[in-house]
């Protein structure tokens, strides 16, 4: 009241207001001075709007924002959500990039094609013409290597889909990145373990040939002069 009578407007002041069944509701006041001919105020118009269901759902909303951050930091993938059709329109990635490859969240929201520019290069033509196959909807799947910060190359499995609206129209794409760095290490020594088990097998099977050979000419020799 106090600003009115000095002449200012007033918006978007919250307020708790009470029923006459005791109940309580939030509301937003604006209101401006009335002048009167001498130009000083002679009064006010105050206008209240109900906002009790626009806070329920903001407070909606921020339990939902907690709980997604929560999700996108709690989960041992690196998901994110892109645009459709796009790879380089990054909307949103969880933090957990960081590790992965050495960016933030921040610096790659802030440089959406970043996120294309770290595919290795040998990787680059097959995952791009692998993403354009499914760029009308359907899931995508695939392995490739990407680039750290450091320069080092790490090893990535990439599971993403469409997510649509309820008539079906497609909104974006959702997807996450995982670290199989370790398991095609382990393949690989599991690999060749088994590449040195079979030259090993092999090898004893031709000396143990050779060894059979030898006794059934030393018994041929030894049965005849001739």
């Known amino acids: 009241l106090e600003a009115i009578c000095r002449g200012e407007r007033l918006r978007d002041r919250d307020a708790v207001h009470r029923n ?18 001498s130009g000083q ?8 709007t109900d906002v009790t269901e626009r806070l329920l759902a903001r407070a909606r909303v921020g339990e939902l924002e907690d709980k997604y951050s929560a999700l996108m930091e709690g989960l041992p993938v690196v998901p994110y959500i892109r645009a459709m059709g796009d790879r380089a329109a990054l909307i949103d990635i969880g933090p957990g990039v960081q590790d992965l490859l050495g960016y933030s969240t921040d610096e790659c929201l802030a440089h959406p094609d970043l996120f294309s520019r770290l595919l290795h290069p040998d990787d680059r033509d097959r995952i791009t013409q692998e993403a354009a196959a ?7 799947s695939a392995e490739y290597r990407m680039l750290s910060r450091g320069g080092g190359v790490v090893w990535v499995r990439d599971e993403a889909l469409t997510v649509r609206d309820g008539r079906g129209e497609p909104l974006f794409v959702q997807g996450s990145l995982a670290d199989v760095g370790e398991h095609r290490r382990a ?12 030259a090993a097998t092999a090898e004893s099977l ?9 006794a059934r000419a030393a018994a041929v020799l030894a049965s005849s002069p001739e």
């Open 41 to 48: 105020v002679a009064g006010a118009v105050v206008t209240t």
């Open 187 to 198: 393949a690989a020594e599991h690999e060749r373990l088994q590449t040195v088990e079979r």
């Open 134 to 140: 499914r760029s009308h909807g359907a899931p995508f």
């Open 20 to 37: 006459k069944d005791e109940t309580e509701f939030s509301v937003s006041l604006a209101a401006a001075p009335i002048l009167g001919r």
């Open 206 to 214: 031709s000396r143990q040939r050779k060894l059979d050979f030898l």
